[in-house]
T-cell receptor
Framework: DTGVSQDPRHKITKRGQNVTFRCDPISEHNRLYWYRQTLGQGPEFLTYFQNEAQLEKSRLLSDRFSAERPKGSFSTLEIQRTEQGDSAMYLC???????????FGQGTRLTVV | QKEVEQNSGPLSVPEGAIASLNCTYSDRVSQSFFWYRQYSGKSPELIMSIYSNGDKEDGRFTAQLNKASQYVSLLIRDSQPSDSATYLCAVRGFEDTGRRALTFGSGTRLQVQP
């Protein structure tokens, strides 16, 4: 399968714990996006990478969220001191070039209890 | 005003009918437009992309774009029960504005009745 891959698919964590999600984009795609989606809403933009550079970050994104993309390949999204409001589906997408179609991974569903 | 607006639905159509899904956007310099289908509990799946005014057809799907009216639509012909899903409209701004990411609407839920 050469699509976007996300790991884990599901994560249940206790409030206050840190969690880290991984995304492996389609191999020739150098643009990578993170989104968050809650029930009944469209995906909400979190951050964007072009190769290893983080070029855009949502103004709404808490300082508890951080993302990296070392060497411009896979990316990680870390949430520190999780809160119940962080419960959502975290989606990763990649695209080949500016303006091209973006393809999503299966998502990581986070539940904070 | 939301940047990308869609009627949440549900839009209910009988099997075999044409389903028409609409989307308006606020950023006049938006350049790229996409429709995604999302089944419950799954991630969005790309259906169509459209970049210039007019119609673009792909199988049973037709995307329509009118930049002057800031309006994009998706027509699904011969609707099938398997088309029942939430349809997300996504818009990407012009690169020079720094808005590289897709902005999504909240989606329209489509129900195709057998």
């Amino acid at each position: 399968d050469t699509g976007v891959s996300q790991d884990p698919r599901h994560k249940i964590t206790k409030r206050g714990q840190n969690v880290t999600f991984r995304c492996d984009p389609i191999s020739e795609h150098n643009r990578l996006y993170w989104y968050r989606q809650t029930l009944g809403q469209g995906p909400e933009f979190l951050t964007y990478f072009q190769n290893e550079a983080q070029l855009e970050k949502s103004r709404l994104l808490s300082d508890r969220f951080s993302a990296e993309r070392p060497k411009g390949s896979f990316s990680t999204l870390e949430i520190q001191r999780t809160e119940q409001g962080d419960s959502a589906m975290y989606l990763c997408a990649s695209s080949f070039r500016e303006g091209a179609e973006a393809f999503f991974g299966q998502g990581t569903r986070l539940t904070v209890v | 005003q939301k940047e990308v607006e869609q009627n949440s639905g549900p839009l209910s159509v009988p099997e075999g009918a044409i389903a028409s899904l609409n989307c308006t956007y606020s950023d006049r310099v938006s350049q790229s437009f996409f429709w995604y289908r999302q089944y419950s509990g799954k991630s969005p799946e790309l259906i169509m992309s459209i970049y210039s005014n007019g119609d673009k057809e792909d199988g049973r799907f037709t995307a329509q774009l009118n930049k002057a009216s800031q309006y994009v639509s998706l027509l699904i012909r011969d609707s099938q029960p398997s088309d029942s899903a939430t349809y997300l409209c996504a818009v990407r701004g012009f690169e020079d504005t720094g808005r590289r990411a897709l902005t999504f609407g909240s989606g329209t839920r489509l129900q195709v009745q057998p």
